[in-house]
């Protein structure tokens, strides 16, 4: 006897698609970037990783010590982000063929949202604006001076400033998808700390091939499969979707 069909609308999408901004939809992480060269630099950065990689001090601490640091005006960072960051080679074909698809691709960042929308439209276009929902921090700034600015979390009381795995759980529970049976296949991609959270709220997790997020998942026992760019995510997510594979065959540590 098969399994009955998921009972599914016709608008219902064949998956949805959650995905970290910095360093998985770019090459470079905004933050980091802006922080070793326009605040503490590279050496200061890594004494406070290793603390948040090691557990004396939470992801949402050492992340506003370090952007704390910056003291240029706000503006002037996004300046110099959108000179010098680069988006993931296969990120634009991957987007390009959600759509077509029907399939969201939802940005659940810890980043901040005005950087995010300027790299967005400058990397993609205006059209990607509309038809990608961001899910970030944001920022505060100082109208008398805009050197003064503060990243504002979104889960303050979070440990991880933005607790991705209850955005992601928000969002399926505004759009419907209460059951397992109602809910479309779910991906998530990223490569750092701050997705540790949402690594066990979807079928499929993609991590970031040499990144921390991989470490954590071997740790942890959390299934991943690995990319090295939005191309690989592509054929993998095409096979699962388009020709229903088996989405076991891609984890790696089984
Ligand atoms: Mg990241």
Redesign the pocket.
């Known amino acids: 006897m098969t399994a009955a069909a998921p009972i599914r609308s016709p608008a219902t999408p064949p998956a949805i698609v959650f995905t ?5 939809v770019t090459l470079q ?1 905004s933050n980091d970037y802006i922080t070793d060269n326009l605040g503490m630099g590279h050496p200061k950065r890594m004494i406070i990783n290793d603390k948040i990689l090691d557990g004396t001090t939470t992801f949402r601490d050492g992340f506003r010590e370090m952007l704390d640091s910056i003291h240029k005006p706000f503006s002037e960072c996004i300046e110099y982000l959108l000179a010098n960051i680069q988006l993931d080679p296969g990120f634009k074909s991957f987007y390009e063929w959600c759509q077509a698809e029907n399939i969201p691709v939802i940005v659940i960042s ?1 980043g901040m949202k005005p950087i995010i929308s300027a790299l967005l439209t400058n990397l993609i276009g205006e059209d990607a604006m509309k038809n990608i929902e961001i899910v970030s921090n944001d920022v505060e700034i100082n109208p008398n001076d805009e050197s003064d600015w503060e990243i504002i979390y979104r889960d303050p009381e979070s440990g991880f400033g933005h607790d991705k795995a209850r955005s992601i759980k928000q969002y399926l529970d505004n759009h419907g998808y209460t059951t397992k049976d109602n809910t479309p296949v779910l991906f998530y991609c ?3 700390v ?2 540790l959270s949402a690594a066990k709220e979807t079928d499929l997790l993609f991590a970031k091939h040499g990144k921390d997020l991989i470490k954590y998942c071997i740790r942890e026992s959390i299934p991943y499969t690995e990319f090295n760019d939005f191309q690989e995510i592509l054929s993998k997510v095409q096979t699962i979707v388009k020709h229903n594979g088996d989405i076991q065959q891609f984890i790696e540590n089984p």
Do not use: R, V
Request: hydrophobic share 10%; charged share 40%; aromatic share 8%.
């Open positions: 970290d901004w910095d360093g998985t992480d810890s990223g490569d750092g701050s997705d």
